[in-house]
């Protein structure tokens, strides 16, 4: 019988944390306080804490924390923000719901990460942010980033949906830059169960301001500051994340732990492997390999049991929706080998290491056979 290995498993984890998670969802369904209150306030101050950061404000999703990250930092209409191209499309789409125009930069060829390198030379007198992503949840290369928005006046937004506790030479995501996002889509290393988000920072007048937006703009029941929209986390949503968070720092561990396992395991593998770095703290949302040829193998893992992922197969700057900005192919080279090359191997805390010698296995033989065919 073929040992069926999934990209993730979200049941072994409830299996773990079932007790907890369970007496969180009925104290909030027995307490009948389903919007904001103490269950959100006692969650926003333990994800703040754990990010080390002096603000969190929960949310509605990560595109909902992108969005209000993007107004607070005063984005609209006309304005242009920077980012990459091999993301999930809600990186882009927040800019774009913003009314302004998202402007694209190639990636460093080995992180897959935006290529700090590349920001200065797109930079316009519309530039408003900078907004990176930390890819796979390997962070950024933050300080030239960062030293580039000093000079030019810009805001720099983390997209850390992937990131939850990853360290960037010591200081963790979430922290680096004037604002941070955060999905807890229930896939993310810390998920909640259905759609929730979470926007940090160190600026108390960031922090006020996104706290307004989030709920209507306003500061009483009745009394609204501004016109916005509601954009709030539900206390069912942040009491599950608040039950699963003091397991986070264990479950980015194993993670690590499987990452050196399969590097180890796959070095000769003729695959690109992801970076290992001491500065850079990935949490190991994806273990994403490059191969060519990625769809067959794909294809024969599938065969033989093992469940893998494509994060991701189309870059944004062709993607149909956003034909109007006039990118082509071949703009983004590197986004593009990536795009076509990239593969994610099963990651979840809860894979033994059986399971992670028998994808590496598994993934050896189908390269293996191929090589010989060719």
């Not at 009745?222 to 397991?247: C, G, M, T």
């Not at 006039?326 to 809860?350: I, K, N, Q, R, W």
Request: glycine content about 6%.
């Amino acid at each position: 019988m073929v040992e069926k290995i999934p990209l993730l498993d979200l049941r072994a984890e409830y299996a773990e944390i079932k007790e907890s998670v369970d007496a969180s969802i009925r104290r909030v369904v027995e307490s009948a306080r389903f919007i904001l209150g103490d269950e959100v306030t006692n969650f926003e101050k333990d994800f703040a804490a754990f990010c080390r950061a002096e603000h969190a404000i929960g949310v509605g999703s990560g595109t909902d924390a992108l969005y209000v990250a993007l107004k607070t930092c005063g984005v609209e209409a006309g304005d242009e923000v920077i980012t990459t191209p091999m993301t999930f499309i809600a990186t882009s789409e927040a800019i774009s719901l913003c009314g302004a125009k998202p402007v694209f930069v190639d990636i460093d060829p080995k992180t897959h990460n935006l290529d700090p390198n590349l920001i200065e030379a797109v930079i316009t007198p519309k530039t408003k942010v900078i907004l990176p992503v930390h890819i796979h949840g390997y962070p950024v290369d933050m300080d030239p980033i960062l030293a580039i928005a000093r000079r030019f006046n810009l805001y720099v937004i983390e997209d850390a949906a992937q990131a939850q506790g990853a360290e960037y030479k010591g200081r963790r995501v979430g922290t680096l830059a004037d604002m941070a996002c955060f999905s807890f889509y229930p896939g993310k290393n810390l998920g909640a169960y259905g759609d929730a988000g979470a926007i940090t920072t160190n600026n108390a007048e960031l922090a006020k301001k996104a706290r307004l937006l989030r709920d209507h703009g306003r500061t009483s029941k009745y009394e609204h500051q501004v016109v916005s929209f509601n954009w709030r986390i539900d206390a069912l949503q942040a009491a599950i994340l608040h039950a699963k968070l003091p397991y986070l720092e264990g479950w980015n561990r194993r993670r690590h732990e499987i990452a050196l396992t399969y590097n180890k395991l796959l070095k000769n593998s003729g695959a690109q492997l992801p970076v290992i770095d001491e500065d850079f703290g990935s949490v190991w949302h994806h273990y994403a390999i490059n191969i060519p040829k990625r769809d067959d193998v794909q294809k024969k893992l599938k065969e033989k049991g093992i469940e893998t992922g494509i994060h991701y197969p189309i870059p944004l700057h062709v993607q149909p929706a956003y034909q109007f900005l006039e990118y082509e192919a071949g703009d983004f080279p590197m986004s593009e080998t990536v795009a076509e090359t990239t593969l994610s191997l099963p990651m979840y805390p809860a894979m033994t290491e059986a399971q992670v010698q028998h994808v590496a296995e598994i993934l050896l033989g189908v390269l293996s056979e191929r090589a010989s065919d060719e």
